[in-house]
């Protein structure tokens, strides 16, 4: 209160200042124009009242806005920063004169703080700054009429919407309107029906385009007072040129998220492939902080953008998990084969993506435990050669023994010693014969018993490379299962990518 009582009565004293220069330099020689303004100043004592002689008709005040530029629109803080010509147009009945006088003079230019002005301002400011008009001379003509076109740079609030950042549309406004006067007063209306920003002078913006911009004139009654007021609302649409954004948050983004589907095609043996994953994840949020720093905090809804990141970050972190999970099956793969996984891995997705599975029904055989006859192999031909030469040593050793005790037979025969040297070369020859029957027998199952080992320990040898190609062959087709599904998460990704970027970007 008492620094509004403080520039009231510097203004009351700067304005008898200025009556008293012009008084005193009354008698002094002028020129035209100089005689004008002290004559019109010195009768022009109350700036403050409505600048009519009847109380009951109301100023008609026509109002315009010509848009220079736009500097900014901090979608942070949801503010539209804009340079501005506004335009005032009135009657004040007391700035007449008859031209006559005063060497036919048309029009003055005037000190706008000398003369009554409208108080018409902006609604929905957004600034912290006491004036946002700069001081400009207002141009008066002789009928009365004033014109008055300030250079003004307003800060409006703008509800942002960043659903489709950076290719967004922001439609703001600016209501303008008095702030005292009801239209009973002053009558606000367009300068000249132009019923929206005038764009004769605008300098492009290099982020944003107009798409289209208009203008309404509204009447309201607020609660505070029973008169209706009238104010001026005007609309632009605003498109963003997203050409910087596209090579800042966009193409990274494209790249990083082509750059995942190497996760699928590094080798699982490859220690690189889950740090990659990783490193990836950590590209995505930092370019998820770097959109935080422009968006606004406190928005009602997310940019589609941000929204890619966050899906693409899951989905990274879904293929570091799937990696690892690939990996394990890769190198700790082993045991049996359920049928349903071998039928839709090995025999379905393998074909499918023209991977040859390696696989037989021999594998079949060897994973399910069933091993194929001997005969039909190479070892169970040994095994029947083995039995064929141990045949043929009972055979001759059976051969034998019949040969033997036919020469006895055929000795006695022919033979019949009469004395006892000849009964003692029988009984001699009869000991020789027997001992070679049992040395024949010794060596036979000698024989016998070394075929025995043998065959056994080529049956235990045989055994273990079977039960070794099995489990070799075992750990392969889960290694083939590994890979089947690495290339399925692939293709997985790779739709998943297409589809978000068709659903997020359609244009």
């Not at 995942?260 to 902080?289: D, Q």
């Not at 349903?340 to 021999?362: D, Q």
């Not at 045949?391 to 009469?418: M, V, Y």
């Amino acid at each position: 209160m008492l620094l509004h009582s403080l520039i009231i009565l510097i203004v009351l004293l700067t304005d008898r200042s200025f009556g008293q220069i012009c008084n005193r330099k009354t008698n002094q020689t002028w020129n035209a124009e100089q005689r004008l303004i002290c004559d019109l100043l010195d009768n022009y004592q109350v700036k403050w009242g409505r600048p009519v002689k009847n109380m009951t008709e109301d100023v008609e005040v026509q109002f315009g806005l010509q848009l220079i530029h736009i500097s900014d629109l901090d979608e942070k803080n949801q503010v539209l920063i804009t340079n501005q010509w506004q335009i005032y147009e009135w009657q004040d009945e007391a700035l007449t004169w008859d031209p006559a006088e005063y060497d036919n003079l048309l029009d003055i230019r005037l000190p706008i703080k000398k003369i009554w002005q409208p108080d018409v301002t902006l609604y929905n400011y957004a600034d912290t700054r006491l004036e946002e008009k700069r001081e400009v001379l207002a141009v008066v003509y002789y009928n009365g009429t004033v014109f008055w076109k300030p250079m003004s740079i307003f800060k409006s609030t703008c509800q942002i919407d960043i659903r489709r950042f950076p290719y967004d549309r922001q439609n703001c406004s600016m209501k303008f309107g008095t702030w005292t006067y009801d239209s009973s007063k002053v009558n606000l209306n367009f300068y000249r029906d132009i019923r929206r920003f005038d764009l004769n002078s605008y300098v492009k913006s290099n982020e944003w385009s107009i798409l289209e911009n208009n203008a309404r004139r509204n009447t309201e009654k607020y609660d505070c007072c029973p008169e209706i007021y009238v104010d001026l609302k005007f609309y632009i649409i605003l498109e963003r040129r997203g050409g910087f954004y596209n090579y800042i948050l966009i193409l990274p983004c494209v790249l990083l998220s082509c750059l995942t589907c190497i996760l699928f095609w590094l080798p699982p043996e490859s220690p690189s492939k889950l740090v990659l994953g990783m490193n990836i994840f950590t590209s995505f949020f930092v370019l998820l902080l770097l959109l935080y720093k422009n968006m606004p905090s406190n928005a009602e809804h997310i940019p589609r953008i941000g929204a890619y990141y966050c899906l693409n970050m899951g989905m990274i972190a879904t293929s570091t998990f799937l990696c690892t999970i690939v990996v394990h099956i890769y190198f700790r793969g082993n045991g049996p084969m359920p049928a349903i996984l071998r039928k839709v891995f090995l025999e379905c997705l393998a074909r499918l993506f023209c991977m040859v599975p390696h696989t037989n029904s021999y594998q079949q055989h060897a994973v399910n435990g069933l091993v194929p006859p001997v005969k039909a192999t190479c070892d169970g031909d040994k095994f029947e050669k083995f039995e064929l030469l141990k045949e043929r040593f009972k055979t001759f050793g059976d051969k034998r023994i019949t040969t033997t005790t036919s020469d006895d037979s055929n000795d006695e025969t022919l033979e019949i010693p009469d004395d006892d040297q000849h009964q003692h070369q029988r009984e001699t020859l009869f000991t020789q014969q027997i001992q070679q029957q049992i040395t024949a027998s010794i060596a036979f199952m000698t024989v016998e018993t070394d075929l025995k080992e043998i065959r056994d320990f080529l049956r235990t040898t045989r055994k273990r490379m079977e039960d070794k190609e099995a489990k070799a062959k075992t750990i392969n087709d889960w290694k083939q299962v590994a890979l089947v599904l690495d290339r399925t998460f692939f293709f997985i990704y790779l739709a998943a990518i297409i589809i978000s970027l068709a659903a997020m970007f359609p244009r």
